[in-house]
T-cell receptor, first 111, second 117 residues
């Protein structure tokens, strides 16, 4: 069973549109991280959220951690072709010391 | 942040053979992990590489199939043994400099793309 489910699995949008990616679980996490992966490379960290209800902004990207620390969302405003990639949420369960990745969302932004 | 060199970057191997993947970090790190990424999919944790002791494997992965070494704080190897086409994947080494309990990020190598024929 997959610990972290992401939706949608695939997303293809026009440049300038907004989008939201969801990361859901039935488990509680001490923290959640979001990564972006481009072809031929390893994932690169975008943000870490730690506190329930926390909202972090990174330019056009807004990340939110659910109040119960079981889910998170990533919202991109005015998407650009450079945002194209595989977006992965990843969580550390309370008391654990390893990171489990979500199912992934593959985003394509069309110029 | 830590710089990770992983090699080989890709290989094509025949079934029944074994391949050893090396991961070298430019600084001493607390935690090292090995992940597998099957085509078009997300990352699955294979094991945590423990310095000077046996690796800790996740459910579905065993030492006989994926032996791991970590002789020091900057180097680890993953061997994919007795390969079959189902082992065709990208294998990724990753490190955490402080330990995940400090919410520190994982840094990844560029991966090894393995194709088994």
């Amino acid at each position: 069973t997959q610990l972290l489910e992401q939706s949608p699995q695939f997303l293809s949008i026009q440049e300038g549109e907004n989008l939201t990616v969801y990361c859901n679980s039935s488990s509680v996490f001490s923290s959640l991280q979001w990564y972006r992966q481009e072809p031929g490379e390893g994932p690169v960290l975008l943000v870490t959220v730690v506190t329930g209800g926390e909202v972090k902004k990174l330019k056009r990207l807004t990340f939110q951690f659910g109040d119960a620390r079981k889910d998170s969302s990533l919202h991109i405003t005015a998407a650009q072709p450079g945002d194209t990639g595989l977006y992965l949420c990843a969580g550390v369960q309370t008391g654990a010391n390893n990171l489990f990745f979500g199912t992934g969302t593959r985003l394509t932004v069309i110029p | 942040s830590a710089v990770i060199s992983q090699k080989p970057s890709r290989d094509i191997c025949q079934r029944g053979t074994s391949l050893t993947i090396q991961c070298q970090v430019d600084s001493q790190v607390t935690m090292m992990f090995w992940y597998r990424q099957q085509p078009g999919q997300s990352l699955t944790l294979i094991a945590t590489a423990n310095q000077g002791s046996e690796a800790t494997y996740e459910s579905g992965f065993v030492i006989d199939k994926f032996p791991i070494s970590r002789p020091n704080l900057t180097f680890s190897t993953l061997t994919v043994s007795n390969m079959s086409p189902e082992d065709s994947s990208i294998y990724l080494c990753s490190v955490s400099e402080q330990g995940l309990g400090y919410n520190s990020p994982l840094h990844f190598g560029n991966g090894t793309r393995l194709t088994v024929t």
